[in-house]
Nanobody
Framework: QVQLVESGGGLVQPGGSLRLSCAAS????????AGWYRQAPGKQRELVAA???????NYADSVKGRFTISRDNAKKMVYLQMNSLKPEDTAVYSC???????????????WGQGTQVTVSS
């Protein structure tokens, strides 16, 4: 089994910062692309940022220059540093990863349970 567990969400004032963490555990041989998605009430889930195994990144236009995704392959961790937060960044943020398990030959998509980020004064 593979688990992704997010942490670091919370309430922050506009202009503030938060750092989200995603810890992967279980039967993991390697992790390919990992990413952060978010879903605000009444809206579709959207990709916020993604990072490949060789640390190439891409971001949603709405967060470019404010958010930074990173990963620690040895620790099986993925991070999202969020700066200059805006009220419109309020959403449930979920971690996603393509995982190759020991004994398998196909990557499988896994999701965390999500963590709430609320930006409000």
């Amino acid at each position: 089994q593979v688990q992704l567990v997010e942490s670091g969400g919370g309430l922050v004032q506009p202009g503030g910062s938060l750092r989200l963490s995603c810890a992967a555990s279980g039967n993991i041989f390697s992790i390919s692309t990992a990413g952060w998605y978010r879903q605000a009430p009444g809206k579709q889930r959207e990709l916020v940022a993604a990072i490949t195994s060789d640390h190439s990144t891409n971001y949603a236009d709405s967060v470019k220059g404010r958010f930074t995704i990173s990963r620690d392959n040895a620790k099986k961790m993925v991070y999202l540093q969020m700066n200059s937060l805006k009220p419109e960044d309020t959403a449930v943020y979920s971690c996603n990863a393509l995982v190759l398990r020991y004994g398998f030959t196909v990557y499988v998509n896994y999701w965390g349970q999500g963590t709430q980020v609320t930006v409000s004064s």
